[in-house]
């Protein structure tokens, strides 16, 4: 028996030991099939959380597509396994192995790390040690994979750099091709130069990012100055775009999970990219500019994906779905397609206003999902400050179109600690809550049918926008503000949910973190600190003792004002919106003037080139009447 029979028969015997062994198991319907030595370059496509999370995510799908979809490269997937199968992958000293073909992952050319969130980190190094891959790259073989970090978190990769030996940009779909093919011709010369040379190679293209090129600096008090660079490499690493979804792959025929998942319904993307600018957000920063799939394209894959899935429930998928310019005529083509009778559709990003609802209310047609929005602050004055874009008549409006339309179901998020906010900020979010109770009673002559779930997120300052400056809340503050929340909602048929403070400290550190905190990672992690995501698993005492270790303070990175002119250590890796239009928009913040969306709007400057949608980056319509 060879050793990957005897690595699966192993796996097979650790399985009804394990909770959920339908995760490890592999051999889904759309997996990939065919031998392993029919391929040249073999990639582990690694989601850093669980089975069931990391399906639910389209990127890892469409990647897997794409390099699969030529005969010389092979993509296999792994998941972080959850901790009963850890420890038993350690107590018999077995490697972490992809689902496909149970290959250990150390056996792979490289490992692809999505980063979607900060609370992740710990879990990347759980995936390197539980496959035998040493942690720190200086450390690797050269017949150890070459580690590939990817994601919106990759736009700050400095406190994982020493971690990773690429990082990669923006979008991947082209990115990727290009890197196995490089390394294909590194392979072929006989690996000329060792690692240090390859990285060299990746750095030329566009998009790959090589920290061991880069060497951050401090100045006396220990707060980052700048960052230099080896001759040959760019002093600044710009993102990859796609510039042609219609020409890019899309799976419409998705690997179909065993296991539950968080999302167990299909997606299509409609755009990428979003040009709103709230102020807060960081994809909506980093992913411009705004690119849209053409109403015929997202109708033939939406039909395709339902006739080869047999999905119940597909999901028109942007950071803003209803600003795609074709939603309405989209929505009426699906919704009235024979495939989709028995499919319902759902739009998770919604905005509140009136396209939004009447496109709701056409998918409600299907199957009642309920209206779920995100005001993410009470008051007109701080929507203005953080430029979501949204009027009080605009939330009236929407309410009462849904619950004339038979909505009985009302998910609310809203956001605490955001600049500027003040107590009576606080108070206008439960005034919303109460209005819609009036609103709802008065089309319904009742209150008791009405449930409202309302969801509080603590503000984290992220890099690339125009609250990288900001401090984060403290944690007794924010429990303070919760309070005065509760203490002002309506009582009966409402449930309110926030997040934990100390673990949203932990998220903001590593968002605006350096390359030292690398160690504190590290450090977390030995102390046992692993699916920091999930509330049962994190451990702040871990977080903590960790920092203390290291002498650092996670509230020197979370919850300080930076100066205007501060350096940061990510400002070398380039989204394309350029640091003065960010700063422009902070003092447009704390003046509460809004800046329009320049899809519909004149060009807002924000440096990035938009000429793949056309002038001031509006893009090219395909005939629906849908403008702002």
């Known amino acids: 028996m060879d050793c990957v029979s005897e690595l699966g028969a192993q796996v097979d015997e650790i399985l009804p030991e394990v909770q959920k062994p339908s995760q490890y198991m592999g051999r889904e319907y759309g997996a990939v099939q065919g031998r392993w030595e029919d391929?040249?370059?073999?990639?582990?496509?690694?989601?850093?959380d669980s089975y069931g999370v990391g399906m639910s995510h389209l990127g890892l799908q469409i990647l897997y597509r794409v390099i699969n979809g030529h005969e010389e490269f092979r993509a296999e997937r792994v998941f972080a396994p959850l901790t009963d199968m850890a420890e038993k992958l350690r107590s018999r000293n077995l490697p972490l192995f992809s689902l496909e073909s149970r290959?250990?992952?150390?056996?792979?050319d490289f490992l692809g790390i999505t980063?979607?969130?900060?609370?992740?980190?710990?879990?990347?190094?759980?995936?390197?040690?539980?496959?035998?891959?040493?942690?720190?790259?200086?450390?690797?073989?050269?017949?150890?994979?070459?580690?590939?970090?990817?994601?919106?978190?990759?736009?700050?990769?400095?406190?994982?750099?020493?971690?990773?030996?690429?990082?990669?940009?923006?979008?991947g779909?082209?990115?990727?091709?290009?890197?196995?093919?490089?390394?294909?011709?590194?392979?072929?010369?006989?690996?000329?130069?060792?690692?240090?040379?390859?990285?060299?190679?990746?750095?030329?293209?566009?998009?790959?990012?090589?920290?061991?090129?880069?060497?951050?600096?401090?100045?006396?008090?220990?707060?980052?100055?700048?960052?230099?660079?080896?001759?040959?490499?760019?002093?600044?690493?710009k993102k990859r775009v796609l510039e042609d979804l219609n020409r890019g792959e899309f799976p419409v025929r998705p690997v179909i999970?065993?296991?539950?998942?968080?999302?167990?319904?299909?997606?299509?993307?409609?755009?990428?990219?979003?040009t709103r600018g709230c102020r807060f957000c960081l994809p909506g920063m980093v992913y411009r500019p705004v690119r849209e799939r053409s109403a015929d394209n997202v109708c033939d894959i939406t039909r395709q994906l339902v006739l080869e899935t047999g999905y119940e429930e597909v999901s028109l998928s942007s950071l803003s779905s209803t600003d795609y310019s074709s939603i309405g005529s989209v929505v009426d083509q699906l919704v009235d397609t024979m495939p989709l009778r028995a499919t319902s559709l759902s739009l998770p990003s919604l905005r509140v206003d009136a396209v939004s609802v009447d496109v709701a209310d056409k998918v409600r047609e299907v199957r009642n999902t309920g209206l779920t929005v995100a005001p993410e602050a009470g008051s007109q004055r701080l929507r203005d400050v953080i430029n979501k874009g949204v009027t009080q008549e605009d939330f009236e409006d929407a309410l009462q179109r849904a619950f004339s339309a038979g909505c009985d179901n009302l998910k609310l998020y809203f956001m605490m600690g955001l600049p500027t906010e003040t107590d009576a900020d606080i108070i206008a979010?439960?005034?919303?809550?109460?209005?819609?109770?009036?609103?709802?009673?008065?089309?319904?002559?009742?209150?008791?049918?009405?449930?409202?779930?309302?969801?509080?997120a603590l503000f984290v300052p992220k890099p690339h926008t125009p609250f990288q400056w900001e401090p984060q809340l403290g944690a007794e503050e924010f429990q303070r503000r919760v309070e005065l929340l509760r203490g002002h909602l309506p009582s009966g048929n409402v449930k309110v949910t926030w997040s934990d403070p100390q673990s949203a400290l932990i998220e903001a550190a590593l968002a605006r973190g350096d390359r030292r905190l690398a160690d504190v990672i590290q450090s977390a992690w030995e102390k046992g600190a692993v699916f920091d995501g999930w509330s049962e698993h994190f451990s702040f005492q871990a977080w903590r003792e960790a920092f203390d270790e290291e002498d650092l303070d996670p509230w020197y990175y979370a919850s300080r004002t930076r100066g205007e002119n501060e350096p940061?250590?990510?400002?070398?890796?380039?989204?394309?919106?350029?640091?003065?239009?960010?700063?422009?928009e902070r003092r447009r913040a704390f003046k509460g003037i809004p800046t329009p969306d320049c899809r519909w709007a004149d060009c807002s400057g924000c440096g990035m080139s938009c000429g793949v949608t056309g002038e001031h980056g509006r893009v090219q319509s395909s005939g629906d009447e849908h403008v702002p």
Request: aromatic share 10%; net charge negative; with cysteine.
């Open 39 to 48: 391929s040249e370059t073999r990639v582990a496509l690694a989601y850093p």
């Open 103 to 108: 290959k250990p992952v150390s056996e792979f």
């Open 115 to 171: 980063l979607q969130s900060e609370l992740t980190y710990t879990n990347v190094l759980q995936l390197l040690s539980l496959s035998h891959i040493p942690l720190r790259r200086q450390s690797r073989a050269l017949s150890d994979p070459f580690v590939v970090v990817g994601g919106p978190c990759a736009f700050n990769a400095e406190p994982l750099a020493p971690f990773a030996d690429l990082v990669a940009l923006g979008d």
């Open 173 to 237: 779909e082209e990115l990727i091709m290009e890197l196995l093919n490089c390394f294909r011709r590194w392979i072929k010369e006989r690996r000329p130069g060792g690692k240090e040379e390859f990285y060299c190679r990746a750095a030329q293209i566009e998009g790959i990012y090589a920290p061991a090129l880069y060497d951050p600096e401090y100045d006396e008090s220990g707060n980052f100055s700048s960052i230099s660079c080896e001759k040959g490499v760019p002093s600044r690493v």
């Open 257 to 274: 999970p065993y296991a539950d998942t968080v999302h167990d319904r299909g997606v299509v993307e409609l755009f990428r990219g979003c």
């Open 429 to 456: 979010q439960a005034e919303m809550v109460d209005m819609a109770r009036r609103l709802y009673s008065h089309h319904r002559k009742s209150q008791r049918g009405l449930r409202i779930s309302v969801s509080v």
């Open 568 to 584: 940061f250590p990510w400002e070398h890796l380039d989204p394309g919106v350029t640091r003065e239009f960010l700063l422009s």
